[in-house]
């Protein structure tokens, strides 16, 4: 069995009930640290997708493997701070979905410079960005609502 096909569409009001189920995994939330201050809450999940959605300067995409959905991606931000950000449904990750996902989404916005932000720990987003061509511009700390604590940070950034 070869990799699976990874292909990036618009965002589908019948996607969002998957993307909250990957974006309040307990240990999914843990992993990326800077999270919303309450991942199961559904209205808050649900009013921040509704903005992201009616936006003009975000572009965001539903990520599939095989045709299935299995995370999002996209690009946010003011023009000269544009951040990419991504999620993979849990019971994805190892398989380099992440990384083809941002590739997609990488030549598909083709502006420059892009900006990333990493737990330090986090090794999965870290190389997945590394992959990319991001490069580390800086450190941070900051407090992660996913842990309840100050959390070290890695800045990336691709030129």
């Known amino acids: 069995m070869g990799a699976p096909e990874v292909t990036l569409r618009e965002v589908r009001d019948s996607d969002l009930p998957l993307f909250f189920a990957y974006m309040s995994d307990p240990e999914s939330v843990r992993t990326a640290a800077f999270t919303s201050e309450d991942p199961g809450d559904r209205p808050?999940?649900?009013?921040?997708?509704?903005?992201?959605?009616?936006?003009?300067?975000?572009?965001?995409?539903t990520v599939l493997a095989d045709g299935k959905v299995v995370g999002n991606a996209g690009v946010y931000g003011s023009e000269g701070d544009r951040q990419v950000t991504?999620?993979?449904?849990r019971s994805h990750w190892g398989r380099g979905l992440a990384t083809a996902a941002l590739r997609a989404l990488l030549e598909a916005v083709?502006?420059?410079?892009?900006?990333a932000r990493a737990a330090a720990d986090n090794a999965g987003s870290v190389r997945v960005l590394q992959k990319c061509g991001f490069t580390v511009t800086g450190k941070d700390r900051g407090f992660a609502h996913a842990r309840g604590e100050l959390t070290d940070e890695l800045l990336f950034t691709l030129g």
């Open 44 to 61: 808050a999940f649900e009013a921040h997708w509704a903005r992201i959605l009616d936006s003009r300067t975000v572009v965001m995409r």
């Open 86 to 89: 991504y999620w993979i449904d």
């Open 110 to 115: 083709p502006e420059r410079p892009l900006h």
